[in-house]
């Protein structure tokens, strides 16, 4: 039998939560991204325009992060903001096969050290944050063998004395499909999700296409969502999404190879309105390394 490496838990979804949430940014936005010393230091500027509370506002918010990766023992990120926000994250991965033992702060203050560990048919974590006034410690942990996974999560919080939060789920992952059945909040909520990336004779280009049911037990609302994203090219991809409720969500992304430019369009509009005018709108803008 060939070895098979689960996923973290918080990895269980993942690829349909791509599809169904990444590039729907509805900001405007400019960013630039920059590689140096050849790839290990990556240097990301962003401005974000219109970040006040009216509707309108001028006011604009920034960051730059900055990553140094070393192949002898494993990357630190640090992120500073406008508003006077800062984070440091630092990663040993290099310490025991399988192992990655990462510490991170902010300025508000809170610190965080976590463990993760993979190996044939296990994956799990456990961490410890220490915030204003409590500590939360979070442990996971996930067996698979042949491409299907289970696991659970449990959220300790010791001011409460009791667990903020716990959830099980399983998955059976294929190089081409994912099939992910998960609770949230408690278990008080069933997520359950397909993806599927449909096979292509263009090489790297593809199209995804996926689906999820988000059913919460206790008030037995339910939303269903699909999506799909579609390479047109080699710089040209569309997505789509719509849902139960009557959302629709748009993007277009283009890349031009001189000046290195990414160019990315999102909107989404409410199918039950009548006038179908659209509530968000944004346009994201990145240079560099992308």
Known sequence: MAAFFPPLYSK?????????????????????????????????????LGEGKEKGSSDFSGTVKTTYKNKDFGQFEGEIATKGALAGELKATKLHEGLTVSLKATEKPTGKVGLEYKQDSL??????????????????????????????????????????????????????????????????????????????????????VGGQLAWDLQTNARIFTLGTEHDVDDTTSVKAKIDSNGVVGGVVEHRLANPALKVGLSSQWNGKNKAFSSEKFGVALTFGDF
């Open 12 to 48: 269980f979804g993942s690829s349909i939560k791509d599809l169904l949430t990444k590039k729907y940014d509805y900001k405007n936005q400019i960013s630039t991204k920059n590689n140096v010393q050849g790839g290990d230091v990556n240097v990301e500027s962003t401005i974000v």
């Open 123 to 208: 994956a799990t974590t456990l961490s410890a944050e220490v915030q204003s006034g409590t500590t939360l410690v979070e442990g996971t942990v996930v067996a698979g063998v042949d491409g299907f996974s289970v696991g659970g999560q449990g959220l300790y919080n010791t001011a409460k004395n009791d667990l903020d939060d716990y959830n099980f789920g399983g998955e059976y992952a294929a190089p081409d499909y994912t099939f992910t059945v998960k609770t949230a909040a408690k278990a008080e909520q069933v997520v359950g999700s397909y993806w599927h990336r449909v096979p292509s004779s263009r090489g790297k280009l593809s199209t995804q």
